[in-house]
């Protein structure tokens, strides 16, 4: 069982937080207002979290999500992530969250932001997919016949590896897409990025579920 930091705390953050404490994992929640704004959280989600600064969430995570409005990258810490494996579910929608100069002026795609201002951490794009209450409801067990895998990308094999053991762990089978510029296959506009979405119910809760060959053909798309 690993310890897992959070940077962000709100849907995905929070949905993370909870599929790891049913998978007997660890969590420390962290937020941009500050730890006491994270008690009712934290006492729904019982004795395995607890609530941190961005900074402490970041030094005693084994790995550590990142999962924040994508213009405030900037502001996750870099030195207590040195050498860590970061999870990356960012995804760039200015309509929603506001614009990102340097996304809009195009030296850098928003699915490699996280990475450049992590330059010390081995980043794992994950979980950036999936809208988050179908994350909540479509983990199956492993071997199941509905289980959906998840996407992930990253530089590191190794980094890779434990970040596809976590999603193991929390439901989920993961697929490799490549290095972390292939997460651009299941980025916004894609067809990859509404793997789960019911046609029908489009964001209703349960979702789809979608399996490795699923996703790999809509990765192919
Ligand atoms: N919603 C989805 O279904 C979904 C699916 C896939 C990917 N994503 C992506 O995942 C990310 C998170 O989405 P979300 O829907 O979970 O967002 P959200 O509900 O708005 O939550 C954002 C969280 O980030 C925290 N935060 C903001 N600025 C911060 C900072 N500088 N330092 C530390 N924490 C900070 C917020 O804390 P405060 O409230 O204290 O500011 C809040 O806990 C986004 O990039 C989004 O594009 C979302």
Excluded: C, W
Aim: proline share 9%.
């Amino acid at each position: 069982m690993a310890t897992i930091g959070f940077i962000g705390s709100g849907n995905i953050g929070s949905t993370l937080a909870r599929l790891a404490v049913d998978a007997d994992h660890d969590v420390v929640l962290s937020n941009s207002r500050g730890p006491e704004t994270l008690r009712d959280l934290v006492a729904r989600l019982g004795p395995r979290a607890r609530a941190a600064t961005p900074a402490e969430a970041a030094a005693v995570g084994d790995l550590v999500v990142v999962t924040i409005p994508i213009k405030a990258y900037r502001q996750v810490p870099t030195e207590p992530l040195q050498g860590k494996v970061v999870i990356d579910t960012l995804n760039y929608d200015p309509a929603r969250q506001g614009h990102v100069p340097e996304i809009d002026a195009h030296p850098t795609p928003a699915h490699l932001l996280l990475q450049t201002h992590l330059t010390g951490s081995h980043v794992v794009k994950a979980f950036s997919n999936i809208f988050f209450k179908h994350l909540a409801t479509l983990g199956r067990p492993s071997g199941a016949p509905d289980r959906s895998a998840l996407p992930i990308a990253g530089d590191d094999a190794t980094a890779k590896r434990a970040v596809a053991a976590l999603i193991d762990s929390l439901g989920y089978d993961a697929y490799d897409a490549g290095p972390l510029a292939e997460s651009r296959r299941f980025a916004p506009g894609t067809p990859a990025h509404h793997a789960y979405l019911d046609p029908a119910g489009m964001f209703a809760a349960p979702g789809r579920p979608a399996s490795a060959d699923d996703l790999a053909k809509l990765l192919s798309a």
